[in-house]
């Protein structure tokens, strides 16, 4: 049975800006949001000013209804989701939802994923998508179920992933392409014409964990293409890092070779205005730097006011 996508009762859910392109698509859609809810207001910044969330101050300018649990199984904001009486439920970059959440409305509850699952479910999708050096990722719309990212699949989109794109650059691309696919995922499943998948079963499967700091942290042991993607894996954030003259030194771009050497990994020179950090099997060049205590700046800019001398 067809109807108006235009007619469902829409809750979304989210919180960071890739989120808000999807909350800012489904609206210039026509969908009928009823309900945003978002992670409360935090303290950031110097002033630790209390700081709405990128979904919120969408929803505030569209004059949407916005609901700020801490606890998803409070019983005043459980009362509060069900007064709004949603059809469908949709979901991005948004944290775990207990049961009494994900299967209160009558259509289910639908999840954009920055990967082509069932690979890459996790907190990280595309930062691992980097570090691992895929050629190519995608987004995918799925049914929520108990297990974290294994619903159903409803539609993907499969797109390449440049040589030297970083996970920054990967965001901003893939949040406009996951916005028009959930928009679609919404037109098809109001349509009637979305059949759904059950996930392959996986015999190697590819994680995303969480980034933790020992994450970041570069191994000069390995090859260059793997130290390169990695740097380019956690660029802009949270980015990797080494020691140059026992300081936290982070790297957020650079070029690489492999070449035969007699180096030491991890050692490193500055030759001719370039600097370069032996590894495995050749050199990285650092291109965008921030040594510990400065701003990010381009690495000629780091050298011409370095106190050390070139080799």
Request: net charge neutral; glycine share 8%.
């Amino acid at each position: 049975m067809s109807i108006d996508y235009r007619t469902l009762r829409i809750i979304f859910l989210g919180t960071p800006e890739f989120a808000r392109t999807s909350l800012q698509a489904l609206v210039e859609a026509g969908c009928r949001i009823v309900g945003v809810i978002t992670a409360p207001d935090r303290p950031a910044g110097r002033g630790m000013k209390l700081q709405q969330s990128a979904v919120k101050e969408y929803a505030l300018s569209q004059n949407l209804p916005v609901l700020q649990p801490e606890k998803l199984k409070d019983p005043v904001f459980l009362e509060s989701l069900r007064a709004l009486n949603a059809d469908l439920q949709l979901v991005v970059a948004f944290r775990m939802l207990p049961e009494i959440v994900w299967n209160m409305p009558p259509m289910g509850t639908i999840n954009l994923h920055g990967s082509l699952l069932p690979d890459y479910r996790g907190a990280a999708p595309i930062n691992w998508a980097l570090i691992n050096g895929e050629t190519e990722t995608g987004v995918t719309t799925f049914k929520l179920k108990q297990e974290i990212d294994t619903g159903n699949i409803l539609l993907q989109e499969k797109f390449p992933i440049a040589a030297d794109e970083t996970a920054g650059e990967l965001h901003d691309r893939m949040k406009e392409i996951g916005a028009g696919l959930l928009v679609r995922t919404v037109q098809q499943l109001a349509a009637g014409s979305l059949t759904e998948l059950p996930q392959p079963v996986s015999e190697v499967p590819k994680h995303a964990p969480k980034i933790f700091t020992e994450t970041c942290r570069i191994n000069w042991l390995a090859p260059a293409h793997a130290i390169h993607n990695l740097i380019r894996g956690l660029s802009p954030y949270p980015g990797a890092f080494t020691q140059f003259q026992e300081k936290l030194f982070k790297i957020y771009s650079c070029s690489w070779e492999e070449k035969e050497h007699t180096e030491i990994p991890g050692s490193w020179t500055v030759q001719n205005g370039r600097l370069s950090f032996a590894c495995s099997n050749g050199f990285i060049y650092p291109k965008t730097v921030q040594p510990e205590g400065k701003k990010k700046m381009q690495v000629e800019d780091f050298l011409r006011g370095w106190k050390g001398r070139e080799s």
